[in-house]
């Protein structure tokens, strides 16, 4: 075994070293969920150490989760887009490559995880189960039920906290039952992880031998095709590989440039960068947990440790680590913290239904080329810079459309390869004004904000090819751009290219006065609103909206009457 302190940060590298396989003993299962890695995973530790027989390491392919969805909306099963099962696969053939490289490998079964995983504990006499605690609720849930199983037939399990650097309970404790609902007052009551001195365990000589699976039907990692997808269903995918050894390389590329993570500074970055991203990706890995935080946190401190002056958090690269365990924590600790009703720290506000705008948004099509360049990343790739997703999760929310978060954040969820329950749904409350974050007269401009950084339109002339000759001074508003210059770009808007939905100007400010009256009903009623009282403001706001717009009328004919006499 070889184990790693914070001083040294390379790649692990795996002795070759097959073992045969003993047909008695004590038999241990190792459930990979997320966790999908070789190098600091202390429940596949624990299942190799105890094990003295065999040990099975497993991975379910849930139905819930991978079954084709083809009514979805785009690619992919209903709770996932294809990129992200792609991400999946990657990860788990890598993983199966480490594993037989230690004369091991990983058992594919299919079904709904809870019911696979007891007959395996059945027919394969299992003795200790060992998988990675995981606060997600669904996980929460199955879990439960997995335990109650495993302690009424004798079977140890061993579920230890490793994807995260705090345990979001400890932390809870600490703070007197209530999650800090501040960074920085998680900061102060966090504190230093208990990894920062640890030594991680990095790689293994061998693993103990799989045992025979008897009845088991278990198989290799199936392929897209297998699993009932195919490859020619996406025109572009997304250039990220998954896989713990990508995942080591990404972050190894990283860290070396010490400078770069000595100056990282998160709002600095330019979201428009695409070939090479302005931060590190490692998200998906850390989602998946082809990456262990502890060892990127080890990482960083060692690069910290070496030069002269770095950052800080909340924006260094430390500091995103840590907000990942901030939403974790405020996550865990939260009741319905998916949903806007029954979440004691969201704001309650009467948000449009309006299936159309949605779609359009979801579609890159609201007529505005930097919200829709960011959706088709989001659509082709599963991943877009962080500032690129406030763009885009403002102008649906408070910015402009007045759309529900929650329905954003099922298209993130589902998009994402980074797709993480805490961290999406706290960074919609966020953006939306629901929690954290309550300051909703600061809009992102779906035009200035994108020109900023790239005033040629070089990101939305890529993910937007029917753009990519509008010439730069009406690339984020194509539709000032007058006709000749248009069927010059061959890009007609309303044709070729939609007309923006809503014009951003008014569609804000009507945004910012629905947003003061929400707050100051929430105000007013201290949290405690009930459905008849968001119906009744939704029906006020809607009314003055609709005389708002009557009053605007004769403005915007005199306007257009002018704008006739071209
Ligand atoms: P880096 O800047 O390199 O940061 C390193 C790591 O820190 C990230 O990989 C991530 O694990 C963590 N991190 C960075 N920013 C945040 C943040 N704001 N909150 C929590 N953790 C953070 N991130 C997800 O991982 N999954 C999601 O489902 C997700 N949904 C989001 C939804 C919205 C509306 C917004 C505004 C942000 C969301 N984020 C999400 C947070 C953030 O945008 C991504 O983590 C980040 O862009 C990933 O890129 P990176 O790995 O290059 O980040």
Same mark, same amino acid.
């Given at each position: 075994m070889r184990r790693l302190s914070s001083s040294v940060c390379s790649p692990s590298s795996h002795r070759l070293n097959p073992v045969t396989s003993m047909a008695t003993g004590s038999n241990s299962l190792i459930w990979f969920r997320k966790g999908l890695r070789v190098h600091d995973n202390p429940a596949l530790e624990h299942a190799s150490k105890a094990s003295s027989g065999s040990m099975y390491p497993v991975f379910v392919i849930d139905p819930r989760y991978m079954e084709p969805d083809p009514s979805a909306f785009s690619p992919g099963s209903s709770r996932a887009g294809v990129n992200r099962i792609r991400f999946l696969l990657e990860s788990l053939k890598d993983l199966d490559s480490g594993l037989k490289k230690l004369g091991s490998r990983l058992l594919v079964l299919r079904g709904e995880p809870g019911e696979v995983l007891v007959r395996c504990l059945q027919e394969w006499k299992v003795k200790r189960l060992c998988f990675e605690y995981d606060t997600d609720p669904y996980y929460q849930a199955l879990d439960f039920k997995v335990k109650e199983y495993a302690s009424s037939v004798g079977v140890e399990v061993f579920s230890p906290v490793s994807h995260t650097l705090f345990n979001p309970t400890d932390i809870i404790q600490k703070n007197g039952g209530k999650a800090p609902l501040s960074y920085q007052s998680f900061l102060k009551i966090a504190g230093e992880p208990s990894c920062a001195e640890s030594e991680l365990l990095m790689s293994y000589s061998s693993l103990p031998p799989i045992g025979d699976v008897g009845s088991i039907g278990v198989s290799e990692v199936p392929t897209l095709e297998e699993l009932g997808y195919r490859e020619d269903e996406q025109d572009e995918w997304t250039p990220f590989r998954g896989g713990e050894s990508e995942a080591l390389k990404r972050l190894n590329n990283s860290i070396s440039d010490k400078a770069?993570?000595?100056?990282?500074? &998160? /709002?600095? =970055?330019? /979201?428009?960068?695409? +070939? %090479?991203?302005?931060t590190t990706v490692l998200s998906p890995y850390l989602k998946f947990g082809c990456l262990s935080s502890r060892y990127f946190y080890q990482c960083l401190q060692r690069v910290y440790k070496d030069v002269k002056k770095h950052t800080s958090p909340p924006v260094s690269l430390l500091g995103q680590l840590l907000w990942r365990e901030f939403f974790y924590t405020t996550a865990f600790g939260t009741r319905n913290f998916d949903k806007m009703k029954g979440n004691p720290i969201c704001k309650q506000i009467p948000w449009k239904e309006d299936h159309d705008m949605l779609a359009a948004w979801r579609d890159g099509k609201t007529g505005y080329p930097w919200i829709d360049a960011i959706m088709v990343q989001l659509l082709k790739w599963g991943w877009m810079h962080h500032l690129a997703r406030h763009s885009v999760a403002c102008f649906l929310t408070r910015g402009d459309l007045f759309i529900h978060w929650e329905q954003g954040r099922d298209v993130f969820e589902r998009l994402l390869i980074d797709s993480d329950w805490a961290i999406n749904n706290g960074n919609w409350m966020w953006l939306s004004c629901s929690s954290f974050f309550y300051q909703y007269n600061r809009i992102y401009s779906p035009v200035s904000f994108g020109k900023k950084y790239d005033p040629d339109g070089k990101y939305i002339r890529h993910f937007l090819p029917v753009l990519k000759d509008m010439p730069k001074q009406y690339i984020y508003e194509p539709w000032t751009a007058p +006709?000749?210059?248009?069927?010059?770009?061959?890009?007609?808007?309303? %044709?070729?290219?939609?007309? /923006?939905?809503?014009?951003?100007?008014?569609?804000? %400010? *009507?945004?910012?006065? %629905?947003? =003061? *009256?929400?707050?100051? $009903?929430?105000? &007013?009623?201290?949290?405690?609103? =009930?459905?008849?009282? $968001? &119906?009744? $403001?939704? @029906? &006020? $706001?809607?009314?003055? *909206?609709?005389?708002?717009?009557?009053?605007? @009328? /004769?403005? +915007?004919?005199?306007v257009l009457k002018y704008l006739m006499r071209f």
């Open positions: 770069w993570v000595a100056n990282f500074e &998160k /709002p600095k =970055g330019d /979201p428009s960068a695409f +070939l %090479k991203p302005a +006709l000749s210059v248009q069927t010059k770009a061959k890009c007609i808007v309303g %044709k070729d290219y939609p007309k /923006p939905m809503v014009m951003h100007d008014a569609a804000s %400010k *009507e945004c910012k006065r %629905k947003m =003061g *009256e929400a707050y100051a $009903l929430n105000k &007013k009623m201290n949290g405690n609103i =009930g459905d008849d009282d $968001l &119906k009744d $403001l939704r @029906r &006020k $706001l809607e009314t003055d *909206e609709e005389s708002n717009i009557r009053n605007q @009328r /004769p403005k +915007l004919n005199q």
